[in-house]
């Protein structure tokens, strides 16, 4: 297990970071040894040739061909050595292995969704196998994004109409946050999940399990839990308040005017579009901004949605 962590990077979660905080390293020390050698001799000249006081005298022209082709070599080999490495990190960070876990990663205003090839989805939780490739099949609903999991040392932009990949590799269990690093409206600053890397025996019961109540749990606390977990509570408040969207406190069984003119009670149905379909009704003093969740929550997700609002009362 891999838990390095330096004075300015995270812990190294994935196997490229290694490579990665190597290049980072090279870098940075190389640049410090120049910035301090050239700062130090300019203070040196500075004071060893200053000018005396009643003294005209001016500086000597200096010829050396020895210190030109020094300060042109030494740094050409540099860069060439620094070109090379990043470019091997880069060939080894965008093919992807063969014996990869597929996942389909989709950004949207604001937050991450996930589709498993097995069924199993997740909205701002990606979860994955320890010691497992990983290959992330990237697009965009709406705006560009960039998915970025310092822990991994990953990041790629997520384009509207076309796919991006990039893939990791964990190589320690744990809990590892995911950032979205292009300013893509209003709530970017809450665009964040987590990666969540299991053991493969937990990863394969988790992914057999699906998503749904818990043993015990009623489906208004389901329900509550899939109000965090999708994200709602970025566009919808619970006390009252004016957001993005409506609020849900004391929604269920309310009338609401619509955009045409047209008034509504809210009931099962109407949430239950509003979830699938937000585009069909849009509550007067609203901006049509809701993203579709259709193909990202099941029917019982719905259902727990259901039941936590309406015991939202006033």
Known sequence: MDTTRSLFLPPQGSTVASDVDALFGFIFWISLFFFVGVTALTVYFCIKYKRKDGKGETTPYIESLALEITWIVIPTILLMVIFVWGFQD???????????MEIKVTGQKWFWSFNYAEGATGVGELVVPVGQPVKLLMSSKDVIHSFFVPAFRIKMDVLPNRYTITWFEATMTGEFEIYCTE??????????????VLPKDE?????????????GESMKEY?????????CNTCHSLDGSKNVGPTFQGLFGRREVMSDGTTITVDENYIRESILSPMAKQVVGYDPVMPTYQGILKDVDIDGLIAYIKSLEN
């Open 223 to 231: 329900g509550a839990r899939m109000f965090v977990k999708n994200a």
């Open 90 to 100: 880069f060939i080894r960070m965008h093919i992807v292995p063969a014996n990869s």
């Open 203 to 215: 990863f394969a019961k988790w992914l057999e399990a699906g998503s749904g109540p818990g043993e």
């Open 183 to 196: 300013f893509c409206g209003k709530g970017h600053s809450e665009m964040w999940g987590t990666v969540k």
